[in-house]
Nanobody, 119 residues
């Protein structure tokens, strides 16, 4: 089991910055992949950024060059630094963790944190 607690969502003006945090209930070394997804009203959930077990970092095309994912292993926490925010970044942001479960994998999700980009 993995519990994920997100924080940092807020209302911000276009061009502004925010940092989201996701604290995991166990060592992130035991988690196969961890990162952020988002879902805007009427749209499907999409990848924002994530770390994989092979040390690879993936970013969604729409956030490349503006968002940066990082982690603090000692705090079991993953961060998402979001710069140059746009109104289209408005969404609920969810933290995700994937663990190995038998021959497959298991997904865990946080409760979500709202990011609103508006003037």
């Amino acid at each position: 089991q993995v519990q994920l607690v997100e924080s940092g969502g807020d209302l911000v003006q276009p061009g502004g910055s925010l940092r989201l945090s996701c604290a995991a209930s166990r060592s992130i070394f035991t988690i196969n992949a961890m990162g952020w997804y988002r879902q805007a009203p009427g749209k499907e959930r999409e990848l924002v950024a994530r770390f994989t077990s092979g040390g690879i970092t993936n970013y969604g095309d729409s956030v490349k060059g503006r968002f940066t994912i990082s982690r603090d292993n000692a705090k079991n926490t993953v961060y998402l630094q979001m710069n140059s925010l746009k109104p289209e970044d408005t969404a609920v942001y969810y933290c995700n963790a994937v663990t190995i479960a038998g021959l497959g994998t298991k997904d865990y999700w946080g409760q979500g944190t709202q990011v609103t980009v508006s003037s």
